[in-house]
């Protein structure tokens, strides 16, 4: 290894919904993040590592900032997402180019003391060339200085322009991780999310943001895992609807995360999926701790 390493955290945030997680799996080539079409998906830090011959690049996928801080998971997640500022050595303010507002503003806002700052304008593939030039005007005077990068995570457009832009705010530095590992997280954890993604996908209106999942037995055998799961749900009348006729959602739920975790555990899989009760977990700290949403555990 030379002595020109270079390590460094880079930091993804952004209003719910911008396509953080997108953009973290994309620039490292693997699905550790979860993403769903609503906001407010990502309820924890999640690392994402890249390592090359030159340097390690720790992507920290963030939850959305929001105003909604009514309950306590709400405010964890504002928390998680806000105690990257002062952390990272490059922070990512990302935008959704159809979708720049005032809270959108109030986080370059919040960036603007911090010395390495990327605006990354995202979805691109939205809108036409025409339109995103104006945009990247008015965004530059709310980041003046600042580099604004145009990308669309999910066709990965101008996504190695972006990373030779990250790459180059990276401070000199050893690793901090093997080579070969993409992320802090467990593979239970990673099992527990998609588990949760699937209920994002799959349940309606607000339900999934009652919801948690926690993972009961998680057993690696010769040819096959078996995983047994629990779905918290915060009222009795949310089980049902969790469950479905004949408890057909639940099978269309356990069906999408097992063909998910197969292809990332690279094994067969016995995925057994219960629903229980915990009335109001979600503004409940011990709950919460419980379930792992909790300040001093954040790598879960
Ligand atoms: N068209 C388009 N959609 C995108 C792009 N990037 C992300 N999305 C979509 O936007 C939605 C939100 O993406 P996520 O990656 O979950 O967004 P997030 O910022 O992590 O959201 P939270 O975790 O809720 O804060 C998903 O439906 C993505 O498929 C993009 O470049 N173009
Ligand atoms: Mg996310």
């Known amino acids: 290894m030379n002595n020109t390493f270079q390590t460094g955290y880079v930091a993804l945030i952004?209003?719910?919904?911008?396509?953080?997680?997108?953009?973290?799996?994309?620039?490292?080539?693997?699905?550790?993040?979860?993403?769903?079409?609503?906001?407010?998906?990502?309820?924890?830090?999640?690392?994402?590592?890249?390592?090359?011959?030159?340097?390690?690049?720790?992507?920290?996928?963030?939850?959305?900032?929001?105003?909604?801080?009514?309950?306590?998971?709400?405010?964890?997640?504002?928390?998680?997402?806000?105690?990257?500022?002062?952390?990272?050595?490059l922070i990512c303010v990302l935008l959704d180019v159809k979708r720049f507002n005032r809270n959108d503003e109030k986080i370059l806002q919040r960036v603007s003391k911090f010395e390495k700052v990327i605006v990354v304008l995202n979805k691109i593939d939205q809108v036409t060339r025409a339109a995103c030039l104006p945009m990247m005007k008015q965004i530059a005077e709310f980041a003046p200085g600042r580099?604004?990068?145009?990308?669309?995570?999910?066709?990965?457009?101008?996504?190695?322009?972006?990373?030779?832009?990250?790459?180059?705010?990276?401070?000199?530095g050893a690793p901090q991780f093997p080579d070969d590992q993409i992320t802090d997280k467990s593979m239970r954890f990673i099992t527990a999310e998609i588990i949760r993604e699937k209920l994002f996908r799959v349940l309606k209106q607000e339900l999934p943001y009652s919801i948690t999942v926690n993972i009961d037995h998680y057993k690696e055998e010769t040819d096959l895992t078996r995983i047994s799961a629990t779905v918290?749900?915060?009222?009795?009348?949310?089980?049902?609807?969790?469950?479905?006729?004949?408890?057909?959602?639940?099978?269309?739920?356990?069906?999408?995360?097992?063909?998910?975790?197969?292809?990332?555990?690279?094994?067969?899989?016995?995925?057994?999926?219960?629903?229980?009760?915990?009335?109001?977990?979600?503004?409940?700290?011990?709950?919460?701790a419980a379930f792992g949403y909790s300040d001093a555990n954040p790598s879960h």
């Open 14 to 89: 952004g209003k719910p919904n911008t396509g953080k997680s997108t953009l973290m799996n994309a620039l490292i080539g693997e699905k550790v993040s979860i993403t769903a079409h609503r906001p407010q998906t990502t309820r924890h830090q999640i690392l994402g590592i890249k390592t090359t011959d030159n340097y390690q690049c720790i992507f920290v996928d963030t939850p959305g900032l929001h105003d909604d801080n009514h309950k306590a998971i709400h405010r964890y997640m504002n928390r998680a997402a806000a105690s990257m500022f002062t952390e990272a050595d």
């Open 147 to 172: 580099e604004i990068v145009p990308v669309s995570a999910l066709k990965r457009d101008n996504l190695d322009r972006l990373e030779t832009l990250i790459v180059a705010q990276l401070p000199p």
């Open 232 to 288: 918290w749900v915060e009222r009795s009348s949310q089980k049902g609807i969790v469950i479905g006729k004949n408890g057909s959602l639940l099978k269309k739920i356990g069906s999408l995360a097992r063909t998910d975790i197969e292809r990332l555990l690279d094994t067969q899989v016995y995925l057994q999926l219960w629903v229980k009760i915990r009335e109001g977990w979600a503004d409940d700290e011990k709950s919460l």
